[in-house]
């Protein structure tokens, strides 16, 4: 039987929105390995992928070293932010991840996959980040949600605490992309449950640990 190629002249492809800044990471990073190979098999499927970062677009291979180039040294606090109380500092950093999810969408609005015919858009869930759900819906495609886990839900088991606000930020930043997604792909039967219960459409929920593309 002969291998099925992908016609890279059709214009197919799939489009992967990587909130998390691709510079500084304290590597090896496990999510940047899911979706390198996510993105390496949809480009081998359909002739085209490409991983959209706040820095910019990336290829498969790229994506893939940023995940596994190690920075060993430590990143250290400023002193001054150490004297902060950490719900204000909890505040400004909602507020940080806010704004940077307004340029990311601006980010996404055109690029490469421009005149391409998407067949779904992958995106790493983050507090606010829509920028893969707007393209798709631009594109007339589904939206897969890659959680790692809800972001108030597992912050609390940190032991952060958001007095006061925390139920909206969740309900604002993140259940609405729960409820949307066509399909929720998650690390963990734990995280699934997490997520029903957050308003994730259970029939829409698949667990898809996070794996390396040998």
């Not at 719900?87 to 996404?108: H, N, S, V, Y």
């Not at 959680?147 to 139920?167: K, L």
Request: glycine share 8%; aromatic share 8%.
């Amino acid at each position: 039987m002969v291998e099925e190629r992908p016609d890279v002249s059709s214009g197919r492809g799939a489009l992967f929105a990587m909130p998390t800044s691709s510079s500084g990471q304290p590597g090896p990073v496990a999510v940047w390995i899911t979706a390198s190979g996510w993105a390496a098999a949809a480009r081998k499927m359909l002739g085209h992928a490409w991983v959209v970062t706040p820095e910019g677009v990336l290829t498969p291979e790229e994506a893939r070293a940023v995940a596994t180039t190690p920075q060993l040294s430590p990143v250290s606090r400023a002193s001054w932010k150490r004297r902060v109380p950490r719900a204000a500092a909890t505040m400004a950093k909602d507020a940080g991840r806010f704004l940077r999810a307004r340029r990311f969408r601006e980010t996404t609005r055109s690029g490469p996959w421009d005149g391409s015919d998407l067949t779904f858009v992958w995106q790493r869930h983050d507090l606010f980040h829509t920028a893969g759900f707007d393209v798709a819906r631009a594109k007339g495609c589904p939206v897969v949600l890659f959680v790692d886990a809800p972001t108030v839900w597992e912050e609390s088991r940190w032991g952060v605490r958001r007095p006061g606000w925390g139920s909206l930020v969740e309900r604002i930043g993140e259940r609405p992309q729960f409820r949307s997604a066509d399909l929720v792909a998650c690390v963990s039967e734990e995280v699934a449950e997490a997520l029903v219960e957050r308003g994730a459409p259970e029939k829409r929920v698949l667990v898809t640990p996070c794996v390396a593309d040998l």
